[in-house]
Antibody, heavy 121, light 107 residues
Framework: QVQLVQSGVEVKKPGASVRVSCKASGYSFFDYSICWVRQAPGQGLEWLGCISVSSGNRHYSQKCRDRVTMTTDTSATTAYMELSGLRSDDTALYFC??????????????WGQGTPVIVSS | SYELTQPLSVSVALGQTAGLTCGGSSIGTKDVHWYQQKPGQAPVLVMYGDSKRPSGIPDRFSGSNSGNTATLTISRVQVGDEADYYCHVWAGGIEVVFGGGTKLTVL
């Protein structure tokens, strides 16, 4: 079955960078995109961006585009999301998901378990 | 930027029908997707392309989309349906938007 398994909790200081991984299994990694969504404590879902595994094309949200980088390692069927210049309002649960359809234009049909990122001095 | 509006909360009696709305300008021209999120869990896709159910989602869940409102309808509501529900669209260009979410309470 489709599985997305994410890396564990991260605690970072303001200004630092964080990299979250998302290991995919149970499907053809090349046939879908990987999209990242975060959820601040007690808040709703916020889209960060998507990356096409096959083409490498990336679409980032306007809010984070200057600080976020999404990559994939196809040999390891793993996707990565790096966020730099961390601020306290980046504290959130970060999810990876499998994107169906054209990159960023479809739906997200499977999700990882989420990675807590805590930004604190 | 495009905005999706969802009521903060909806309450429905056990066994009745719940209609969860998602408002947006001409949303009827876009594909709307819905996710269910229970406390401490990742979201789960419950509807895509306005009215298509993923495998494993009961047929008590249905969707519609027209004009400025999309609706997720849950018939014969069960206690296990209590959750937050989020609508989601691709708004064009590189803009992907989630609604603010609706907390469904079963009475």
């Amino acid at each position: 079955q489709v599985q997305l398994v994410q890396s564990g909790v991260e605690v970072k200081k303001p200004g630092a960078s964080v990299r979250v991984s998302c290991k995919a299994s149970g499907y053809s990694f090349f046939d879908y995109s990987i999209c990242w969504v975060r959820q601040a404590p007690g808040q709703g879902l916020e889209w960060l961006g998507c990356i096409s595994v096959s083409s490498g094309n990336r679409h980032y949200s306007q809010k984070c585009r200057d600080r976020v980088t999404m990559t994939t390692d196809t040999s390891a069927t793993t996707a990565y999301m790096e966020l730099s210049g961390l601020r306290s309002d980046d504290t959130a649960l970060y999810f990876c998901s499998r994107g169906v359809g054209a990159t960023g234009r479809g739906w997200f049909d499977s999700w990882g378990q989420g990675t807590p990122v805590i930004v604190s001095s | 930027s495009y905005e999706l509006t969802q009521p903060l909360s909806v309450s429905v009696a056990l066994g009745q029908t719940a209609g969860l709305t998602c408002g947006g300008s001409s949303i009827g021209t876009k594909d709307v997707h819905w996710y269910q999120q229970k406390p401490g869990q990742a979201p789960v896709l419950v509807m895509y392309g306005d009215s298509k159910r993923p495998s494993g989602i009961p047929d008590r869940f249905s969707g519609s989309n027209s004009g400025n409102t999309a609706t997720l309808t849950i018939s014969r509501v069960q206690v296990g349906d209590e959750a937050d529900y989020y609508c989601h669209v691709w708004a064009g260009g590189i803009e992907v938007v989630f609604g603010g979410g609706t907390k469904l309470t079963v009475l």
